[in-house]
């Protein structure tokens, strides 16, 4: 008798089946999350956190993501950027595309955008990536990977962001922010945008971690930029991990030590000492 069905190969198919179950329930008890609705993140980027029902992540060639279904866009993207990969890069510019991970009425379109109050903002900026070539290059024009931005913000402030964190080995995590007149997050929609009912955000948040996985020699920066008619990033918009959690839901960092979460989340860095490292 072969052991293709035997006895003994369904107990070792249950045995698996258990063990599985059991590291689920060991993730879940050590994040605290056991009753809410879990969205990960690990594109390099130290850990993200996100707990929201209709939330997905998933992984592209250059970047990593959770997308909320309900606002229609992402929450948080990461980029690992590499200076000696960018210096030979070739840019190739798409038309903003669908994305088959979501479903069409679960993104933005081109119409969306017909009335020019708001313009397309990239989260994930393109830079080079090791794998994936063509593909790769395409995936950063998925509408799953935008938001709606003031044009001169877009046009200035946003394009300054992109341009110094290029220039730097580093790990990027942007995203928007939704905050209402009393600057606190809220769960409903303050503005949305064209048919599709896009969430308008009130502002985005940079994060950029340096010093890849030497822990002693890690630095971060943080950035709450308005998405209003600016067009200069000012030393008020410096600011902590930890502000950008309590305005996000987001957890950054989580596969570092509880001590340097403590240490690194609390610092507020001057975002010209980055630009002019």
Not at 90 to 119: C, I, P, R, W
Not at 219 to 224: E, F, G
Not at 244 to 261: A, R, W
């Amino acid at each position: 008798m072969g052991l293709k069905n035997s006895p003994i190969t369904g107990k070792i198919k249950v045995l698996k089946l258990v063990i599985s179950v059991i590291a689920i329930l060991m993730l879940i008890s050590c994040t605290g999350l056991s009753k809410k609705w879990l969205s990960t993140a690990s594109h390099g980027n130290y850990g993200i956190i996100f707990h929201e029902e209709n939330s997905l992540n998933s992984l592209r060639w250059g970047y990593g993501i959770i997308y909320s279904k309900e606002k229609k866009q992402p929450l948080v993207v990461n980029i690992i950027n590499n200076v000696e990969l960018y210096k030979s890069f070739s840019h190739t510019a798409f038309s903003y595309m669908h994305d088959a991970n979501f479903k069409s009425d679960e993104q933005a379109n081109n119409l969306d955008y017909k009335s020019g109050d708001y313009v397309i903002g990239q989260m994930a900026f393109s830079h080079p990536t090791y794998e994936g070539g063509y593909e790769a290059k395409k995936e950063f024009y998925y509408f799953s990977n935008t938001c709606p931005q003031n044009k001169n913000f877009n046009k200035y402030v946003w394009k300054q962001v992109e341009t110094e964190v290029l220039k730097k080995d580093c790990t990027v995590l942007t995203g928007p922010v939704f905050l209402d007149s009393n600057n606190e997050r809220t769960k409903k929609p303050v503005a949305v945008l064209g048919k599709s009912k896009i969430w308008i955000p009130s502002h985005f948040f940079v994060i950029v971690i340096t010093g890849g996985n030497n822990w002693d020699n890690i630095k971060t920066w943080a950035l709450l930029l308005p998405n209003t008619d600016i067009d200069t990033i000012s030393p008020d918009y410096s600011t902590t991990i930890e502000d950008i959690e309590n305005k996000t839901g987001l957890t950054f960092l989580y596969y570092l030590s509880e001590d340097l979460q403590k240490k690194l989340k609390p610092i507020k860095n001057d975002w010209k000492i980055f630009v002019n490292n």
